[in-house]
């Protein structure tokens, strides 16, 4: 109780900096455009912008241009946050941000089909897409990815590998001075897919939650802005564990050979599916909805599976996975549905009030 | 030219499909009316709740007003799957503690705590069915009323209100399409006795004149009595021209008798040969027109019979032996073997004595006038049904292609003759629903037939 005390003290001293930090974020920060030539005489532009790896999308471009070689793809790469402050920048002036928009932060397109920036996209492909993963046919989810845990196997020792979101709190709390500064996980004040992840964390189980944060701010938790740099920094050795990170970008780095174990949660794992959404204003909306078709489409969804995010809507693991053969089957997988209630995530009083709360209690411990 | 009225069958249809289809479409509007009331009213407990919980999460912490908005309010309303959200919190000064800033408080009053306040309106471009719903507090460091507005877009509403309608509406059609289906046949099934009435006006024998009396319904009694009352008057009308006409002729004949006697004593005082030849010609003419003034008795008798008298079971036998006693004189000019053949049994049909004897008659006179040089052979015999009643001379007889001019009213008049005498016979035997006909079997032989159907049939 007295510890308790003096770690607020101590927060006080820090909680204005990192209040700030989500509104002046919207800056666009990380923009990176890549152009893919049509493969045979250009015909039409489809502009992609993005929240999603580039490494990820490239065999899904590649397909889609075989279909249709016509098509030169733009393809501008965002941190997630951005991306949202972009395309809600563009629509209240009444323009579009390209032609669509995809982001792993499905909560942001919720919210700006919400506001009318959406355009409704009707077609056997979106007909055929599952309930929670399409919202009014404005947005849909297009993966199936397991939010899971990483550790590097040479750093972490078999019987030290949390199977739970339960036992990774206990180990820290256990043996704080072998895992103090290993695990990472998302800053949520930058990235819009971290603060997603952790918000339905804390709805699934406040108690285990509020321990899990307790630990991991004890353990001097390592944050950052993307999956990406965590992955870096598991492979290099520079940390062991990895919380809530996404299966598929995880799964990426172990078949190309990354010392790296990948554990479902067996008390719940999240499923996140990655949203694309057709702006209201897109000036090429139908290359846009042909797009968009496609990645729901089983030719799309099976390149999917094989070469981008691994990981199939039935919820069948890929070799190597450690967990439940089928997450879906086992009843342990939570999709986080595309629909409004979402908006309740995009509260904005909600959201400064949940950033502050882990704010005060992860990184206030973890900051050096 | 009378004006062509559209007929009753589609004035009663029009006039129904008329009401039916206004009946319809005002039953149409008052169920989009109900049905958008069910809509909302369902719909708008959602949106209550939401309000309710949304007001709910409003708490005091550290002093100041805060609101963690629960999920359960967003799945609430997310019941309705299409409709996108938007929401307000004000806080006691009037400041939007979260949510969209320029969504409007509807009602310039608070709402009171158990009802909260319902209105239409629009947000971001798009309908939206608003609530407001007010909490106060009355904490130590916060005091006053917080609003919580709710938005909900009004797509699940709007549907479900057609849906509830489109189904209304189908029924509303299928009731219209029996009803109209159950009138045209009501009103084919109506209008029936009026055809009856027609078909028997229709069917009618020329001559008849007696009453209708075919069964109708009240409806069209006056209609009927109305034609009954002209076919009465016609028929007085008829009956006073026959008169007329047999009252003429009798007149006629008696001063032509008069005349012809005086005109024979007359003869008998006359010397000279010329005045002789003059009186002999008028004898001739006195003679044609007493024959015809007859023949025009014997035509508006029949005329008057047909259709007036009711047939009843005739002798043919006697009436044709008394045909032959009328019709060949007493004296003639030259010498007629007159031979009537009769079969054993005794001959009945169903007809009018006096008209068919008067047909007979005017047959033999005519044979005797034109035909018979030596021989007349008057036959009678049943076979198959039917009565041939046959006159056959060894006169020159009527060529063929005269055949069908001679039973026509002065079709084919002969020198002297009123060309009268065998269309009165063929006016009797159509009567009798019979024939008249012709026969020449060789130079020696002409026969006049005719056919009645016997009593067996």
Excluded at chain 1, 157 to 171: N, Q, W
Excluded at chain 2, 260 to 272: A, C, F, I, P, T
Excluded at chain 2, 325 to 348: G, N
Excluded at chain 2, 412 to 425: D, F, N, T, V
């Amino acid at each position: 109780m007295k510890r308790h005390s003096i770690l607020r003290h101590r927060l006080a001293t820090l909680c204005l900096s990192i209040l700030t930090v989500p509104f002046s974020a919207t800056l666009p920060h990380a923009q990176e455009a890549t152009t893919f030539p049509a493969v045979a005489a250009e015909i039409e532009v489809l502009s992609i912008h993005a929240a999603t790896d580039l490494s990820a999308m490239e065999p899904l471009i590649r397909d889609f241009q075989a279909l249709f070689p016509n098509t030169r793809i733009e393809f501008v790469e965002y941190v997630t946050n951005d991306l949202y402050a972009a395309a809600a920048e563009a629509c209240r002036q009444g323009k579009a941000l390209g032609d669509v928009l995809l982001s792993s932060s499905v909560d942001h397109l919720v919210k700006l089909a919400n506001d009318g920036c959406a355009r409704g996209i009707a077609s056997p492909e979106t007909a055929a897409a599952p309930r929670w993963a399409n919202w009014r046919g404005d947005v849909f989810g297009f993966t199936f990815e397991p939010v899971v845990f990483v550790y590097n196997r040479s750093k972490v020792p078999a019987g030290d590998v949390p199977k739970t979101h339960l036992e990774l709190a206990d180990l820290l709390r256990l043996k704080p001075e072998t895992y103090a500064g290993q695990v990472g996980t998302y800053d949520i004040r930058l990235s819009g897919i971290g603060f997603l992840l952790a918000f339905y964390d804390s709805q699934e189980t406040t108690t285990t939650f509020g321990r899990l944060l307790e630990s991991l701010g004890r353990a001097h938790a390592v944050i950052r802005c993307c999956t990406s740099q965590i992955l870096d920094e598991l492979e290099a050795g520079r940390l062991s564990i990895g919380y809530n990170m996404l299966a598929s970008y995880a799964y990426a780095r172990v078949r190309a050979g990354a010392n790296l174990g990948i554990v479902m949660p067996a008390d719940y794992t999240l499923v996140l599916s990655r949203g694309a959404m057709v702006p209201a204003h897109a000036p090429r909306a139908d290359a846009g909805t042909r797009f968009v078709n496609y990645l729901l489409s089983s030719r799309g969804q099976e390149v999917s599976r094989r070469e981008a995010f691994f990981f199939g809507a039935g919820g069948e693991m890929p070799p190597g996975v450690e967990g439940a053969s089928s997450i879906v089957r086992t009843g342990i997988a939570r999709p986080i549905a595309i629909g409004p209630a979402l908006l309740a995530v995009q509260d904005h009083e909600r959201r400064r009030r949940f950033i502050s709360d882990w704010g005060r209690t992860l990184v206030e411990m973890s900051t050096p | 030219m009378v004006r062509r009225e559209p007929s009753l069958f589609a004035r009663l249809i029009v006039l129904i499909a008329m009401v039916l289809a206004t009946g319809a479409a005002a039953l149409t509007t008052a169920a989009w009316y109900y049905a958008r009331a069910a809509a909302n009213e369902a719909y708008d407990r959602l949106l209550v709740g939401a309000a309710y919980q949304m007001a709910e999460a409003v708490h005091v912490q550290d002093g100041t007003l805060t609101v963690e908005l629960p999920m359960s309010a967003f799945e609430l309303l997310a019941l309705s799957e299409r409709d996108r959200i938007f929401y307000r919190i004000v806080d006691t000064s009037g400041r939007t503690l979260t949510g969209y800033g320029d969504l409007p408080l509807p009602g310039s009053e608070p709402p009171a705590p158990d009802r909260p306040a319902l209105s239409n309106g629009t947000f971001m471009g798009a309908p939206v069915r608003l609530v407001r719903a007010s909490r106060a507090f009355a904490d130590p460091s916060v005091q006053g009323r917080v609003d919580v507005v709710v938005a909900q877009t009004v797509e699940a509403r709007t549907a479900l209100a057609r849906e509830l309608t489109l189904r209304a509406v189908g029924l509303i059609l299928a009731m219209s399409t029996l009803a109209l289906g159950g009138t045209i046949f009501a009103i084919r099934h109506a209008l029936k006795p009026m055809a009856r009435v027609g078909a028997v006006l229709r069917e009618r024998d020329p001559h008849d004149v007696t009453p209708i009396t075919v069964a109708t319904p009240r409806e069209l009694r006056p209609f009927v009595s109305a034609i009954n009352t002209f076919i009465a008057r016609l028929k007085s009308r008829m009956d006073l021209m026959q008169q007329f006409v047999a009252d003429t002729a009798h007149q006629i004949r008696t001063p032509l008798a008069a005349l012809k006697s005086q005109v024979d004593l007359l003869s008998h005082h006359l010397g000279e040969p010329q005045a002789r030849q003059h009186l002999a010609r008028v004898e001739e003419r006195v003679d044609q027109l007493s024959r015809l003034v007859g023949q025009l008795l014997s035509h508006a008798m029949i005329s008057h019979r047909a259709g007036a008298v009711p047939f009843a079971p005739v002798d043919v036998t006697e009436t044709v032996r008394r045909a032959i006693r009328e019709a060949v004189p007493d004296t003639l000019d030259r010498d007629i073997l007159t031979m009537l053949e009769v079969p054993p049994q005794p001959i009945e049909v169903r007809g009018d004595a006096i008209s068919l004897k008067e047909a007979v008659k005017n047959v033999i006179d005519n044979a005797v006038r034109h035909g018979a040089a030596t021989r007349l052979t008057v036959r009678l015999r049943e076979e198959n049904g039917t009565v041939e009643i046959e006159v056959e001379d060894d006169g020159p007889g009527i060529a063929p292609e005269l055949w069908p001019r001679v039973v026509e009213r002065f079709g084919a008049p002969s020198p002297g003759g009123s060309g009268l005498g065998l269309s009165i016979a063929a006016d009797v035997l159509a009567a009798h629903g019979g024939s008249l006909g012709f026969r020449r079997d060789n130079e020696n032989s002409f026969a006049v037939v005719m056919r009645i159907a016997g009593r067996a049939s």
